[in-house]
């Protein structure tokens, strides 16, 4: 791995964590989530700095070169991450639906209420 992508690779990934850090500060964004975020981009200054390692390990699972390995494991945990985002988007919508059905069915009683009292 060339000097000046490591050197990218390890200031884009501590861009990261100072742009998830001031996001928790601001109340923007759940602890849970930064928490995935900032793992991912602490492995990534891991890479910058210990390419080796990454290099070891891809010989040792058998990729021809190190790059497909970061790329198929980057690839599988954003794609899982991906799948828990949508059971959690899938639920809130369930949660929306109750919610509106329950406004609707308050506001119909609200109406036949003002109308007993009114006759």
Do not use: H
């Not at 109340?27 to 928490?35: G, Q, S, V």
């Not at 021809?64 to 970061?70: A, D, R, W």
């Not at 828990?84 to 949660?95: A, D, G, H, P």
């Amino acid at each position: 791995m060339s000097v000046l992508i490591r050197v990218l690779l390890i200031i884009s990934a501590v861009l990261m964590l100072v742009f998830m850090l001031k996001r928790i500060r601001q109340a923007k964004l759940k602890i849970e989530y930064t928490i995935f975020w900032i793992t991912f981009a602490s492995i990534l200054v891991v890479m910058g700095i210990f390419p080796e390692v990454f290099y070891n390990i891809s010989y040792l699972l058998g990729f021809q070169s190190p790059i497909s390995m970061v790329f198929l494991v980057i690839i599988f945990v954003l794609i899982i991450k991906m799948f828990f985002m949508t059971l959690q988007i899938s639920q809130l919508e369930y949660k929306i639906d109750a919610l509106v059905q329950q406004i609707a069915i308050d506001r119909k009683i609200d109406k036949e209420e003002k109308k007993e009292q009114a006759e």
